[in-house]
């Protein structure tokens, strides 16, 4: 554990030199570095660096909502609270059939506050880890501790670092219905090849596989996005007239960015009291040559 500027940040590093950044304020993976020591994760240049909020990229917790309503802040108040280390186990090294990964674990608690604006006793458990191969990947365990039942929506808000937008596919999605959040979420289908992206797209394709590769030749690598317990993609680059609208975005910072967040957000997650849901995600960075046969 190290001390970012005020923050305590666990940094996890495999055996050939990849390395993972996870950051106490909303269990925030900040950095996300291949064994070439080339950063994955795009954050902004302009991010406001004011914990406990969420600074602009890395791989954000979006709990217990993703998306806008009345009386919860944005996509949840996870990723801006401050989490603490899971004392039961808090760093492990773990062998298992995919080999050596390093791993940390998390867990949030809601607040007095958390509880008068949303007020369910939860145990969010998130446990975030490096395999011997660079690939990171998270677990997220959300418990109803006793509580009455309760709904949720989720996202793991992930912003992945590419060459050039223009020059990025995006296959798996391929004919599936998607809701478009520019048309007030307007249901449409994917049509049969891959996304390619020439303006602003902000969609929530439903009911997706869980493999889907995201395809950057320029950058000599590209993205396989494994994922269980999470039905949706959330596809998201703001391009430019929505880049200019936000303060911690730079306006061509559009161009070097992909949001494809692995979520369940068109029906939401109801638990039972002493009920968890787990939801679990795996990122890997594959070089080009390779991308093909993922
Ligand atoms: O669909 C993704 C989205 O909801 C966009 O509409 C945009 O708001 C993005 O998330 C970023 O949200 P944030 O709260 O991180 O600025």
Excluded at 19 to 46: C, I, M, P, Y
Excluded at 182 to 210: C, M, W
Excluded at 243 to 254: L, P, W
């Amino acid at each position: 554990v190290r001390d970012w500027n005020g923050v305590a940040q666990v940094v996890l590093r495999s055996p050939r030199g990849a390395s993972a950044r996870v950051s106490l304020h909303g269990g925030q993976v900040v950095s996300w570095r291949n064994d070439r020591g080339e950063e994955l994760l795009f954050t902004s240049s302009k991010a406001i660096f004011k914990p406990p909020n969420a600074m602009r990229g890395g791989i954000q917790m979006c709990f217990p909502q993703f998306g806008y309503s009345g009386t919860l802040e944005r996509h949840g108040f996870a990723r801006n609270r401050i989490w603490a280390l899971d004392d039961e186990h808090p760093l492990v090294n773990h062998n298992n059939d995919s080999g050596s990964k390093v791993s940390v674990d998390l867990i949030l608690k809601p607040s007095e506050d958390d509880l008068k604006c949303w007020p369910h006793c939860f145990e969010f458990r998130l446990r975030v880890s490096l395999s011997k191969d660079g690939d990171l990947s998270f677990m997220s365990r959300i418990r109803n501790v006793n509580g009455k039942p309760f709904s949720f929506s989720f996202a793991y808000h992930t912003y992945l670092s590419v060459s050039d937008i223009s020059e990025v596919r995006i296959e798996g999605l391929e004919t599936l219905d998607y809701l478009d959040n520019l048309t007030h979420k307007e249901r449409f289908t994917e049509q049969g090849d891959a996304i390619t992206f020439e303006s602003e797209v902000d969609r929530v394709y439903v009911s997706s596989p869980n493999v889907v590769a995201v395809l950057d030749h320029e950058k000599k690598h590209s993205f396989v996005i494994r994922k269980e317990g999470l039905p949706d993609v959330v596809v998201w680059n703001p391009w430019e007239k929505k880049s200019k609208t936000m303060v911690d975005f730079g306006d061509e910072e559009y161009k070097q960015m992909l949001c494809v967040d692995a979520a369940a957000v068109e029906r939401a997650i109801t638990l039972k009291p002493g009920e968890e849901w787990t939801g679990k995600l795996e990122l890997s960075a594959v070089s080009s040559t390779n991308c093909s046969d993922q």
